[in-house]
């Protein structure tokens, strides 16, 4: 019998797949996961998230392997500075799980205000 080699660019995930469930995890939360597309104005992150409070975090999804580039990075840096939270290249349940909580913990002190 002969055992087939699965080669690791058979094993490779989408950025598509890596955004379905991180849109279903974070809209789990009670969040809301937006796709954002901003004409004219190119490098934005692929998701903003809307919390409860107006707290808004932005997510740049990534296949594994994958890195933003330049031009996403300098918008990256333009949303941290003016006091923004940026997640970059999230492709792993870990970083997804990070991102839910902190939606969890931003919705929780929502309520007790």
Known sequence: MMVKNISKEAKTVRESTIENKFRKAVEATGARCLKFVSPGFV????RIILLPGGTVLFAELKAPGKTERVRQEYVQSILRNMGFTVFSS???DEQILEITHKCREVIRNAKRI
């Open 90 to 92: 999230v492709n792993t």
């Open 43 to 46: 490098g934005v992150p692929d």
